[in-house]
């Protein structure tokens, strides 16, 4: 097979990953065995991330196929056996002005929509609900819901530590992020959502996602924070807007975080017998 054939079956071959990529990438939370493709995004800016990373991936391959074939040309052409007598040029103006305007244009191609997702990331809009998550000394995360009510001395009513975070799904929930005066940096990570903020002490970060679609989402502590950095896992419910009302009801009667996720539990698993039936 001829060099131009073989990169034809290539370039062939990118195409169809790239209409193919979201079947690819089906299953979301969890990898499945020979998936391509990154997981099913579950917000517009994991989705974004999505596209943007892919589109990249076509960006490169092309440039590196591209890169390849001028060396095996340049090789084969001009390798002492087939050309004995050497050319002495040294310039070519048009030549030199591709090289260096070609270039500038990829980067400014690229530039554009990596301006455009550090706006969608940074512009946050009026959210629906507020969550505070704050990292502890004790590796681990505390969870605040304002808008579900405040006590008396401000303290959010619904707060609770190392249990999965519930909301609804489509809504828009701003988070803000910050640790424990007395602690270290830690960083709240949700890799399906598209969103990454360090938990800074004395410091808020603002960050905000908007999930698509139901299900259960993972996350971790991505900065390095000492001996148990392993074990700051981070779990959040996407579930409709009358299980998490459900919830919030249990949350703000009881107080009890534990019984209110199994609350949720059952919910759940009421919703899934039904579909089965």
Same mark, same amino acid.
């Given at each position: 097979?001829?060099? #131009? ?17 979201? #079947? ?42 591209? !890169?390849?074939?001028? =060396?095996?040309?340049? =090789? ?24 260096? !305007? ?5 980067? !400014? ?7 455009? +997702? +550090? ?28 808008? +579900? ?116 539990? #059952? ?11």
């Amino acid at each position: 097979m001829t060099f #131009a054939k073989r990169f034809m079956v290539l370039a062939a071959a990118a195409g169809s990953l790239r209409a193919a990529g979201p #079947a690819l990438a089906e299953g979301g939370v969890h990898a499945k065995p020979w998936q391509l493709g990154l997981p099913e995004p579950a917000t517009p800016v994991a989705e974004f991330i999505y596209t943007f990373h892919q589109n990249l991936f076509y960006l490169i391959t092309i440039i590196a196929l591209f !890169v390849l074939a001028l =060396m095996i040309y340049v =090789m084969v052409r001009f390798n002492a056996r087939a050309n004995p007598v050497a050319s002495k040029t040294t310039h070519n103006t048009l030549v030199e002005v591709l090289w260096t !305007v070609i270039p500038i244009l990829i980067l !400014v191609g690229v530039a554009i929509p990596s301006f455009k +997702l +550090l706006y969608l990331q940074r512009n946050i809009p009026a959210p629906d609900m507020t969550i505070k998550v704050i990292g502890n000394p004790s590796w681990n995360w505390t969870y605040e819901y304002p808008d +579900l009510g405040l006590n008396e001395d401000g303290s959010a009513k619904v707060s609770f530590t190392d249990v999965p975070v519930v909301v609804p799904v489509g809504k828009i929930v701003k988070t803000i992020i910050t640790s424990d005066p007395e602690g270290i940096i830690h960083a709240w990570t949700v890799r399906d959502f598209g969103i990454k903020s360090d938990a800074i002490p004395g410091r808020l970060n603002e960050d905000w996602f908007q999930a698509t679609r139901e299900g259960v989402f993972y996350g971790q502590c991505s900065e390095l924070c000492g001996k148990d950095h392993a074990y700051m896992p981070i779990e959040v419910h996407v579930v409709s807007q009358d299980k998490f009302d459900a919830w919030a009801k249990a949350m703000l009667e009881t107080g009890d975080a534990a019984a209110a996720a199994k609350l949720l539990a #059952a919910l759940e698993a009421g919703t899934k017998t039904l579909a089965q039936n």
